[in-house]
């Protein structure tokens, strides 16, 4: 089953001639904000948390197709209603829903928002976008011909140290950056073999509706629920799709990057099931006003990432943040460890104070080292902008871009040590070969 018609079917489910909830909602003298959560386990269960600690939130709907899981829900939000089929939810909760969170495994991410913006409501979908290429196009586009409230959940996007460093960036603080370096060191890969047979499917979970679009599979415990589908081809997207969405989005934001121009993954041959543990991917991006005309990004991932680099030695010796990235520039560079760290401006090999004349300090607020408080920011914004008293920062038009841009490394890891050549315009490679890994067909399910 294509895209086209899966999203044809589920707008047909929700054909009903009714004024969009979220207008009917919204004319009330208090406003109010009624929620509907798709997927409320580990990342879904903190979603669902800093979504409903906003004081203008009434969750009225729970959906998981893990009955465990939806228990403990539940028991938080004893008045939600209760759903293992978010289609199901959607349809018959349709007027009783202002906005949708989506917090699902990445493959179910377009199907489900898709089917939400179809239906006029708001949404908050978890990163990376998406699992396809041409599924971000699409979100992009009918979240802007809808004219819809979006955010994608990047929360350090709206963290402190992230905004200052891209206010010190845009300042001119190291001048036009020439490459940018980011890495972490976890492997959300997997080079070992397919695994055989099939195991008793739990009898909490639905093996049917967590596969969704997906290609059907016989099940096997300690695979893919609930862990470790981030590792595998059909349901995440690497370290790259992980991490990777969160370490780039301070530089893609700061340097107003668009899509790369070539993409370079040097990685072990791809075996189709998943994907490789350790990875370097380079990428070429037009240049903008932050950054020189040749602009290089390269990304490590993987046990020692990131591989030893001049560009990334410290002064005094000292060592890398596990995880963070770093900015190269025609007078210095700029260290960003993830997270919760303020960045490290360097010169000549020696650390420099932070020159924050040039930037708007009210705007950044307190210093805030605290995870509960800091990670509500990013909620209550979409929160907010839901009613009409603030704008997201990270819409669908935003997160659509930066996430094009994390899977077209990814896809590059399909054609190891093989530059590849993306042209914004078509949303097509050079390679024809590569164009096979753009979307992917949907199973009737």
């Known amino acids: 089953m294509n895209k086209r018609d899966f999203l044809k079917n589920a707008a047909a489910m929700s054909s009903l001639a009714l004024l969009p909830s979220s207008i009917w909602a919204f004319s009330k003298q208090d406003k109010r904000l009624r929620t509907a959560h798709i997927g409320v386990a580990n990342m879904g269960g903190e979603d669902l948390g800093f979504i409903s600690s906003h004081e203008k939130v009434d969750v009225v709907a729970l959906c998981d197709v893990d009955a465990n899981a939806l228990a403990g829900a539940k028991k938080l939000h004893p008045n939600a209603k209760n759903y293992a089929d978010y289609r199901i939810m959607l349809k018959e909760m349709r007027n009783e829903i202002d906005a949708v969170i989506v917090s699902t495994p990445d493959h179910t991410h377009a199907p489900a928002s898709m089917m939400a913006m179809e239906m006029d409501k708001p ?14 196009r699409a979100m992009r586009k009918l979240a802007e011909e809808k004219n819809l409230v979006t955010q994608m ?9 992230y905004k200052m460093a891209t206010m010190l960036i845009q300042s001119g603080i190291i001048g036009k950056v020439s490459s940018v370096h980011a890495w972490s060191p976890k492997n959300w890969g997997y080079d070992g073999e397919v695994p055989e047979g099939e195991d008793p499917v739990p009898y909490t979970l639905d093996w049917n509706l967590w596969l969704g679009t997906s290609a059907e599979r016989p099940y096997k415990e300690g695979v893919y629920h609930p862990g470790n589908w981030r590792k595998l081809v059909d349901y995440g997207c690497g370290t790259l799709g992980d991490m990777g969405v969160h370490i780039f989005d301070t530089p893609y934001n700061a340097l107003a990057l668009d899509v790369p121009k070539t993409i370079k993954n040097e990685c072990r041959k791809p075996t189709g099931f998943g994907y490789p543990e350790q990875n370097v991917v380079t990428y070429e ?22 591989a030893t680099h001049k560009d990334l030695e410290l002064p005094n010796g000292d060592t890398l943040p596990d995880q963070g990235a770093m900015f190269i520039g ?18 000549d090999g020696a650390y420099q104070e932070l020159d924050l004349s040039k930037i708007d300090t009210e705007a950044l607020g307190e210093v805030i080292r605290d995870y509960p408080v800091e990670g509500k920011k990013h909620y209550h914004q979409f929160v907010d902008a839901c009613l009409g008293k603030d704008t997201c920062t990270a819409p669908f038009s935003y997160a659509a871009r930066l996430t094009e841009t994390i899977l077209l490394g990814v896809i590059a890891g399909r054609f190891p040590n093989t530059t590849l050549h993306w042209d914004n315009t078509t949303a097509r490679f050079a390679e024809e070969e ?7 067909s949907y199973r009737d399910f």
């Open 123 to 136: 949404v908050y979908c978890q990163k990376p976008l998406t699992h396809h290429v041409s599924e971000a």
């Open 153 to 161: 959940g990047i929360q350090v996007h709206s963290f402190y140290d």
């Open 285 to 306: 991006f037009p240049g903008t006003e932050y950054t020189t005309e040749d602009f290089k990004w390269i990304w490590y991932d993987g046990e020692g990432a990131p």
């Open 330 to 347: 025609e007078k210095g560079r700029l260290l960003l460890p993830h997270f919760m760290q303020l960045p490290k401006h360097i010169v």
């Open 434 to 440: 590569a164009n096979a890994y753009l979307e992917g």
